[in-house]
């Protein structure tokens, strides 16, 4: 019952940040309340014959680092390309996004001066995600640490500065302004800047006209697919397969995994870490790793007499929620929009239920009022357009991604009683723009706000373990002073989403978290 090193949670972070401890040598225990690992990246069945991915439903951020050094693709892993990465339909047409000068051939048909701002936009974009990704796999400085972090500052610095004058204006602006602001500068047309300015509410309860909405933005374009820059793909059988892959690659690498196996108290004392309780049993270790969300780590898992006064008052204001509503629907047949290209390929795109900014603002709006939106923001995917193992012949499934939908309704109203509403109020809209989706519907999952929370930990059903503001970001994530994967109690550690850089599926926390326990001797 003794190890180096236990990991809380058997979420993609953890199972990342496990593998690189145990191929150095390390002893590592890793603990997950449910049957399988995987957290919310799984696949499973949810109607006879028809399987998806339950929470998680795409790949592009995944860092190809992890994805080299955990050898995925040897442990089963393939990733397949959307043929079309985007599509968006409104009232009396379409747009589409993807490769091979799409994107640009498709904004021009919609507006010349904007195809001509488009290359502008781009290569500012690309400039500053240049720098950015020079950040994602490596710790932050940690405010008020030592001399490592005075050296880690000062190297984040000159990766600043080395950008130049123009492209740290452009920092300035992506961390501090909306998307509209930054959208209205490149483009007139309001279906192009709706459909750049779809990134910025993804798991984001907000307008894209709030601050610090193009950050989000920014966020989703860090990724790669198949080795191909900022493409979306889709794991064949799922996004269990990305978490089944890397179960393989820590067995292999000696991990030790128990699965339901629910930790419940993180043992201290004299103001160290000593091991972990789950199941009526103690595991020691003079480190843990949790890769759960931080106020299920700070909350539920430590007790607060260990805890410095001044940081439970800030984990208390930890901000939390991201409006996300998300089903699986099994469909008897493929959805036919109104408006669409002639041959099927955009189906196997992000379909993009959200015509311009003012609809998301609008979408946002009423949620505050109202609980959820009179029309909500929806993404799907129909995975099975790529990969026939998750339906029968003929027949597909899709995934929902939706948007606002508040985790508190207020006046007494609850998701038990108001989730299968907000489903139908869903599969309706979509139907407005794919007549007779809601009559091939078959069956469906449904995961409201509560439960994400309740089933993956996701407090408040935020997506992301918590906001992604410019407060809670880089050494602020989760509380400055903890940013660099400490926790505030010798010993103890954080790897998952809760952390630097923030949530998705991408690996990096787990990747960082390990080489700071690593370098901690």
């Known amino acids: ?27 590592v225990l890793v603990l997950e309340r449910h049957s399988e690992v995987g957290g919310a990246a799984i696949t499973e069945e949810f109607y006879p014959g028809f399987r998806n991915s339950v929470a998680s439903y795409t790949v592009s951020l995944l860092q190809s680092k992890v994805v080299k050094d955990m050898e995925l693709s040897r442990h089963g892993l393939q990733v397949v390309l959307r043929k079309i990465d985007n599509y968006l339909p409104y009232h009396d047409g379409y747009m589409l996004a993807g ?126 697919a198949d080795g191909v820059p900022g493409a979306w793909g889709h794991a064949i059988g799922g996004m269990g397969a990305i978490t089944l892959a890397m179960k393989d690659a820590c067995l292999k690498a000696g991990v030790t995994i128990k699965t339901d196996m629910e930790a419940s108290e993180i043992l201290v004392e004299a103001g160290k870490v000593t091991g972990v309780r789950a199941n009526d049993q103690s595991f020691k270790a003079k480190k843990v790793a949790s890769s759960v969300h931080p106020k299920i780590l700070y909350k539920r898992l430590i007790n ?63 949620a505050c009022d109202k609980g959820w ?77 509560l439960d994400l929370e309740n089933r993956f930990g996701l407090i408040g059903g935020d997506i992301f373990h918590g906001c992604m503001g410019l407060d809670q970001l880089f050494s602020a994530r989760p509380v400055l002073g903890t940013g660099a994967y400490k926790g ?12 630097h850089p923030g949530g998705g599926v991408t690996g990096a926390p787990g990747h960082n978290a390990a080489h700071v326990i690593l370098k901690d001797r």
Not at 3 to 9: A, E, L, T, W
Not at 488 to 499: D, N, V
Request: charged letters at 20%.
């Open 488 to 499: 505030p109690i010798e010993g103890l550690y954080m790897c998952g989403s809760g952390t």
């Open 373 to 449: 939106s009179d029309a909500p923001i929806v993404e799907m995917l129909i995975p099975s357009t790529l990969d026939d193992s998750l339906a029968p012949p003929g027949q597909h499934v899709a995934s929902l991604f939706c948007q606002h939908f508040k985790y508190d309704l207020g006046n007494g109203r609850s998701w038990e009683t108001e989730r299968a509403k907000a489903a139908d109020h869903i599969v309706q809209t979509v139907d407005r723009y794919a007549p007779g989706f809601a009559r091939s519907v078959i069956a469906r999952q449904i995961n409201s706000p």
């Open 304 to 366: 607060s007499n260990h805890l410095p006064e001044d940081f439970l008052w800030r984990m208390k204001g930890y901000k939390s929620h991201s409006g996300t509503f998300r089903m699986n629907v099994a469909l008897s047949e493929l959805p036919r929009f109104t408006h669409a290209p002639d041959n099927d390929d955009y189906l196997t795109s992000g379909i993009i239920i959200a015509p311009s900014l003012q609809y998301m603002d609008k979408a946002w709006r009423n």
């Open 1 to 27: 019952m003794n190890y180096d090193v236990i990991i809380i949670g058997g979420g993609h972070n953890g199972l990342t940040c496990a593998f690189y401890l145990a191929r150095r040598g390390r002893k």
């Open 99 to 224: 490769r091979n000068g799409l994107t640009k051939s498709e904004i021009a048909r919609h507006s010349q001066k904007d195809a001509d701002n488009y290359d502008l936009y781009e290569s500012r974009l690309d400039r500053v995600v240049d720098v950015l990704k020079q950040f994602l796999l490596t710790a932050p400085p940690n405010a008020g640490g030592g001399l490592s972090d005075i050296w880690a500052a000062i190297k984040s610095g000159r990766i600043v500065t080395k950008a130049g004058l123009e492209t740290q204006r452009d920092l300035l602006d992506f961390f501090t302004k909306s998307a509209a602001e930054i959208l209205d500068r490149y483009f007139e047309n309001e279906v192009v800047k709706a459909l750049f300015g779809f990134d910025a509410v993804v798991g984001h309860f907000a307008s894209p006209y709030e601050p610090g909405s193009a950050y989000v933005l920014l966020h989703h374009v860090f990724g790669e």
